[in-house]
């Protein structure tokens, strides 16, 4: 687990990255419910090769907040909603959200006390890992698939720049 | 005589940012904005920020303004689909008309020139330059994009990171089977450093290409017989651009002499 410093109104956000997961149909039906305290975000850790684009979502999240401009209903799901490239919302939250089968999931909370993060990892029946494994985890195939990345754009840029680029131009498109 | 202007620094208090945190400090301004260099989430970062004309109409300024600030950020990323090389977008604000992209080390081709007028021309340096900047140019042409202020200022050469190269395929030689050994591992840092020295960049690009294409070859053998395959139609293909650009010159009548 890992907190960063996202630069707006001293939040941080803290995340950590688990896998063989059991029980992701458990967690979305809480979540669905609004009933899973303490409120958390839940990724789908193979569309995340390296932290920093999920640093860049948590910004445009608190500043949607900020201006009172969310798009979503809770602060948690604007942040998946804004790691997406789309802004079609019901599909962003369930392609860069977690689904009944997904077993790698990467946990995310904004302003978490340890104590909540130990709450978190309480209800995720599955194995914490560390955050660099992130890279060799990532599916790649499914980041170029679900972002649109072109043989040529991989050619000037990495990954993580190019899902950047889009998480942060997506409301300008 | 009066004394000089102090320099042009401008560390942004909270209040003019809505309690948005991060230092400003300015490096430029144009006519259409200020550019600040700022932190972006600990990374390094530039801030464009497009200012208000006093003189029009504020709902006309702003509605223009905003259309300016999205057009901008389409334009980036559509050139970067075509394969041209930016700095990437790291947040765009549309209340404070703000672009925040990657900050960019390295010097513009403008002053690159400026010091081949001061101590000489290196001509290798000179080709590669300039064979980028077709090529870039002729990307977003292609593209259907339009620069409208192609100068060298506005270029930037970025001083490449060569140990990401080399870091790429470490990790490849790190996951694939031990039985391989070291004779092969050998072998391959003597042939990054003649591709280092000679191919940077297309080796770069050949290899990027390699991981492109699904989950890491499983073994070594796989990824040399991928990137030397990649770095034959890349060759391949610039030598036949070439004959045919020189052939046009040629029997062009228009054809310069150099």
Known sequence: ?173 | MPPPPPPLTVICSEMELEGIEGSLVLIKQGAEARVFESTFVGRRSVVKERFSKKYRHPLLDSKLTLKRLNAEARCLTKARKLGVSTPALYAVDPVLHALTFEYVEGPAVKDILLDFGLHGIVEERLDDIAAQIGDAIGKLHDGGLIHGDLTTSNMLVRIEDKAVDLYVLERALLSMHSSCGNVLEKVLLDTFGYFIRNMQSDFSSAVKMVFHNGPYPCCIQEILEAVVCNLEQASSSTTKRKKTHNDWMSSSPFSRTR
């Not at chain 1, 687990?1 to 803290?14: A, H, R």
């Not at chain 1, 839940?42 to 948590?58: H, I, K």
């Not at chain 1, 709450?119 to 649109?148: S, V």
């Open chain 1, 1 to 173: 687990m890992k907190s960063f410093e996202i630069g707006i109104g001293g939040i941080s956000l803290s995340l950590a990255l688990f896998v063989d997961v059991t029980n992701s149909k458990e967690l979305l039906e809480l979540m669905q419910a609004g009933t899973l305290e303490p409120e958390v975000a839940f990724l789908n850790a193979s569309l995340v090769p390296v932290v920093f684009p999920v640093l860049a979502a948590a910004y445009k999240t608190l500043v949607a907040k900020s201006r009172e401009s969310l798009t979503t209903r809770t602060l948690h799901s604007e942040l998946v909603y804004n790691y997406s490239g789309s802004k079609h919302i019901s599909e962003s939250l369930k392609r860069c959200g977690i689904s009944d089968s997904t077993t790698y999931i990467l946990a995310a909370r904004f302003g978490a006390s340890s104590d909540e993060m130990t709450a978190i990892k309480g209800h995720i029946k599955g194995t914490e890992i560390g955050l660099d494994e992130l890279e060799t985890r990532a599916d790649r195939a499914q980041i170029h698939k679900h972002y649109k990345i072109s043989v040529p754009e991989l050619g000037i840029s990495s990954v993580s720049d190019a899902i950047i680029c889009r998480i942060s131009a997506r409301d300008a498109l």
